[in-house]
C-alpha cells in the first residue's frame, strides 16, 4: 500500500511523449550475484498491456562482457521489476517505449562505478528515461536493525533523520558521500547498490542532473523497540538547464 501509491506519485512525472526508452535499475532481492544481471526475455506482460524489451541495447550492454544473463527464474521472481512494470505500461499507454531491465548485485564501491560509467552515456539521450528501485530504512527486529539516536526524540524521529542524512547526500549527488554514510551506519536501504550506480552514472553524463526528493513517510511510527517499520520515498531527477556542473567527487 504505501510503495504504491509513492510509485504512482513517482510515475506520475513522467510525459510519455518525451521518452521511448526506459532502463529499469533493480536490487537483487532474492538472487545473489556479485555483478549485474540482464533480462533474457523479450516481453514483460502485465495485467494493463505488454512492454516490450529493448534487445538492441540488451545486447549492447551483454557485449561489454561485464554482465551476467538473467535465468527466467530469479527475473520472474525480482519485485524490484515486478511492480514498476503495471506504472509503466499506465503511463505509456498509446505510446511506443521499450525498458532495458538491469538487476543490480551485490557490488563493491569499484564495479559500482565501473557500471556506472557504463552505463553513464545512456543518460545523455533525451528520449531515455531512468527508474531506480528501492525503499529506505528497515527497522525493528524484524530486520534485525534498531539504530536508534535518542538526541532525536521518538525512534520514528530518528528513523527518519537518519533517512533524511542519506537524501540529503543522494541531492547532492556524491557517491563517495553515500558510501561512507552507509559504511558508518549500515542504513537497510535494499536500492543501495542501484542508487550508487545512478550517482556514479551521473560524473559520466555531460549533462547537469539534480535529483530532489518530494515525498517521504514510514509505513508506521515505531515508540518502542518491539516495533517495526519501513520507510517509502520519492525522488525525481531532471536535467538542470542551468547547464554543465562540475564532477561530484
Same mark, same amino acid.
Given at each position: 500500500m504505501?510503495?504504491?501509491?509513492?510509485?504512482?506519485?513517482?510515475?506520475?512525472?513522467?510525459?510519455?511523449s518525451?521518452?521511448?526508452?526506459?532502463? $529499469? #535499475?533493480?536490487?537483487?532481492?532474492?538472487?545473489?550475484?556479485?555483478?549485474?544481471? %540482464?533480462?533474457?526475455?523479450?516481453?514483460?506482460?502485465?495485467?494493463?498491456?505488454?512492454?516490450?524489451?529493448?534487445?538492441?541495447?540488451?545486447?549492447? %550492454?551483454?557485449?561489454?562482457?561485464?554482465?551476467?544473463?538473467?535465468? $527466467?527464474?530469479? @527475473?520472474?521472481?525480482?519485485?524490484?521489476?515486478?511492480? %514498476?512494470?503495471p506504472? %509503466?505500461?499506465?503511463?505509456?499507454?498509446g505510446?511506443?517505449?521499450?525498458?532495458?531491465? &538491469? #538487476?543490480?548485485?551485490? #557490488?563493491?564501491f569499484?564495479?559500482?562505478?565501473?557500471?556506472?560509467? $557504463?552505463?553513464?552515456?545512456y543518460?545523455?539521450d533525451?528520449?531515455?528515461?531512468? &527508474?531506480?528501485?528501492?525503499?529506505f530504512?528497515?527497522?525493528?527486529?524484524?530486520?534485525?536493525?534498531?539504530?536508534?539516536?535518542?538526541?532525536?526524540?521518538?525512534?520514528?524521529?530518528?528513523?527518519e533523520?537518519? @533517512?533524511? =542524512?542519506? =537524501?540529503?547526500?543522494?541531492?547532492?549527488?556524491?557517491?563517495?558521500?553515500?558510501?561512507?554514510?552507509?559504511?558508518?551506519?549500515?542504513?537497510?536501504?535494499?536500492?543501495?547498490?542501484?542508487?550508487?550506480?545512478?550517482?556514479?552514472?551521473?560524473?559520466h553524463?555531460?549533462?547537469?542532473v539534480?535529483v530532489?526528493?518530494?515525498?517521504? @513517510?514510514?509505513?508506521?511510527?515505531?515508540?518502542?523497540?518491539?516495533?517495526?517499520?519501513?520507510?517509502?520515498?520519492?525522488? &525525481?531527477a531532471?536535467?538542470?538547464?542551468?547547464?554543465? @556542473?562540475?564532477k561530484?567527487?
Amino acid at each position: 500500500m504505501h510503495a504504491g501509491s509513492y510509485a504512482a506519485y513517482a510515475f506520475g512525472n513522467i510525459n510519455p511523449s518525451s521518452f521511448s526508452r526506459v532502463f $529499469l #535499475l533493480s536490487p537483487s532481492h532474492r538472487h545473489y550475484t556479485a555483478k549485474c544481471a %540482464l533480462t533474457k526475455a523479450t516481453v514483460y506482460s502485465t495485467p494493463i498491456g505488454d512492454l516490450r524489451v529493448d534487445q538492441e541495447v540488451t545486447e549492447e %550492454l551483454n557485449n561489454t562482457g561485464k554482465f551476467e544473463l538473467m535465468d $527466467l527464474s530469479v @527475473d520472474e521472481a525480482e519485485h524490484g521489476f515486478e511492480m %514498476l512494470l503495471p506504472y %509503466l505500461s499506465k503511463v505509456f499507454q498509446g505510446h511506443t517505449v521499450k525498458v532495458v531491465p &538491469v #538487476l543490480i548485485g551485490s #557490488l563493491d564501491f569499484e564495479n559500482e562505478a565501473m557500471y556506472g560509467q $557504463l552505463l553513464g552515456k545512456y543518460l545523455d539521450d533525451p528520449k531515455n528515461f531512468f &527508474v531506480v528501485s528501492t525503499d529506505f530504512c528497515h527497522w525493528g527486529s524484524k530486520y534485525k536493525y534498531t539504530y536508534y539516536d535518542e538526541n532525536h526524540g521518538a525512534i520514528h524521529k530518528s528513523i527518519e533523520a537518519l @533517512d533524511r =542524512m542519506g =537524501m540529503e547526500i543522494i541531492e547532492v549527488g556524491s557517491p563517495n558521500a553515500f558510501s561512507q554514510y552507509m559504511q558508518e551506519y549500515k542504513n537497510t536501504i535494499c536500492g543501495r547498490h542501484p542508487i550508487s550506480v545512478f550517482l556514479h552514472m551521473l560524473k559520466h553524463c555531460s549533462m547537469k542532473v539534480k535529483v530532489k526528493f518530494t515525498r517521504y @513517510d514510514q509505513s508506521s511510527q515505531c515508540n518502542g523497540m518491539e516495533d517495526n517499520s519501513v520507510s517509502y520515498c520519492c525522488a &525525481v531527477a531532471k536535467v538542470d538547464p542551468s547547464g554543465e @556542473d562540475e564532477k561530484r567527487e
